[in-house]
């Protein structure tokens, strides 16, 4: 019995995977195959828009590890666990700021909400507790009731790491253009004044990244080959030892 | 062994009818993306079209000598409605973007029709209806380009044979036409 489950959790993990290797297939395709909005000429649905960011109602906000002023931020806090010979840094908080701000481009700006997006911004900031903990990270931590020490008394290792937008990076944004609720519909004289941009009831992709779209689609496709790859080859590796 | 050379042959197979169905999916919705892209442009054109009646009355009382020219663009009008196929539709926009300019490039000549507030409202309108559809038409040619490229390129080029997807014709428009309507305001 015990020599049959292996194979069969390699086989679930197998299709599982390759099932992801063909989602990120199927990204890729729709990132090729939207073209490039021009912000003034959005029309509703889904759209993929390229400018650089500025914020809304002038806000600008501080990030938390660095105390930079930025317009958006994301941050990940980071433990390392070893029980055994297996060593790992475990994920224990993510969040974002999820301030609203605007994308511009030569023509026009339009209203992002950054909320359910896939944020792939690059890393501004990453530090361990054991090298530098400064003030800023200790606030952060005691404000989110994180402590630096476990029950025992020791202190933890853990790592911080800060992604920001600041005003006049550049975005790419392939997200769902709808109607912007914090405007009375047709009040405006600009089309894009009265569109938002957010994740759509029907469309599930919402991607924001600071990268470029040449670069995002390098990406999907090279995880798609690498998922594909692993799922297939698990899945054999399965089929073989369950045939045996 | 068969059995394990069989559930082999079987998986790969169901692979490929998976990859089968992202490229025709994917096909289909650049499709759909060109149907659409042409109906954001459509909506514009009868925008457009609403605002050319205002602007034949607000002028016709200062413009007494350019009759004809107001003549020709109600014609257009009537026939940018009655045309339902995207050539004639696209050489209709041509002709109505090109009698808007030398309305608005006429207009200069009369200093009264310049300082009607109405007139320089439409004038307004018109020009940001005509930016919009010049960057729409951009994006209609663009969907229109990317699905050429995608059904004669390898592998979409085997299943876009065999379920009969056509190269779709792009939104021509005169070099001319694609220059900035300019306002004076």
């Known amino acids: 019995m015990v020599n049959v489950i292996w194979p069969i959790i ?3 993990t197998g299709l599982f995977i390759t099932y992801t290797g063909f989602y990120q297939l199927k990204i890729k395709r729709l990132i090729e195959n939207t073209p490039t909005s021009k912000i003034r000429s959005i029309a509703m649905g889904l759209v993929e828009i390229f400018g650089e960011v500025i914020p809304f109602n002038k806000e600008i906000i501080k990030s938390p590890f660095t105390n930079t002023n930025c317009v958006f ?3 990940t806090i980071e433990e390392y666990r070893s029980s055994g010979k297996n060593r790992k840094w475990i994920l224990i908080k993510k969040d974002t700021s999820n301030n609203k701000f605007y994308l511009k481009d030569e023509t026009g700006q339009v209203l992002i909400d950054p909320n359910k997006a896939h944020i792939d911004l690059n890393k501004t900031y990453q530090t361990e507790s054991e090298k ?6 200790k606030q952060f931590l005691k404000e989110k009731n994180i402590s630096l020490e ?3 008394g020791v202190n933890k290792r853990l790592k911080f790491t800060e992604y920001i937008l600041k005003q006049k990076d550049k975005l790419y944004i392939l997200g769902t253009a709808a109607d912007n609720p914090l405007v009375e519909e047709e009040s405006s004289v600009e089309n894009s004044n009265d569109i938002m ?6 469309n599930s992709v919402y991607y924001i990244s600071s990268k470029h779209e040449t670069e995002v689609i390098k990406k999907y496709k090279r995880e798609a080959i690498i998922l594909l790859c692993i799922g297939i080859i698990l899945t054999f590796i399965s089929l073989f030892f369950f045939s045996r | 062994m068969a059995s394990v050379l069989l559930t082999i042959f079987l998986i790969l197979l169901t692979i490929l009818i998976i990859y089968i169905i992202i490229i025709f999916n994917s096909l289909i919705s650049l499709k759909n993306n060109i149907s659409k892209s042409w109906s954001n442009i459509d909506v514009l054109l009868k925008q457009r079209s609403e605002e050319i009646p205002n602007l034949v009355e607000t002028v016709k009382g200062y413009m007494k000598h350019e009759k004809s020219l107001l003549l020709e663009i109600t014609k257009e009008r009537t026939s940018l409605i009655n045309s339902s196929s995207l050539s004639e539709k696209a050489k209709v926009d041509n002709a109505i973007s090109s009698s808007l300019k030398t309305i608005f490039a006429v207009s200069e000549k009369y200093p009264k029709l310049r300082a009607n507030e109405n007139f320089l409202k439409l004038q307004n309108r018109i020009t940001g209806l005509e930016n919009e559809l010049s960057d729409r038409r951009e994006f209609y040619n663009d969907s229109v ?3 050429n490229t995608r ?3 390898f592998p979409d080029l ?3 044979k065999v379920f009969n997807f056509n190269a779709k014709e792009l939104f021509r428009v005169l070099e001319e036409e694609r220059k900035v309507v300019k306002t004076n305001i």
């Open chain 1, 197 to 202: 941009i957010q994740r759509g009831d029907f």
């Open chain 1, 132 to 137: 530098d903990t400064s003030e800023n990270i």
């Open chain 1, 73 to 75: 931020y994301s941050y």
């Open chain 1, 150 to 152: 476990n029950f025992l």
């Open chain 2, 158 to 160: 085997f299943i876009a």
């Open chain 2, 145 to 147: 380009t990317i699905y």
């Open chain 1, 10 to 12: 390699w086989g679930i």
């Open chain 2, 151 to 153: 059904i004669q390129s």
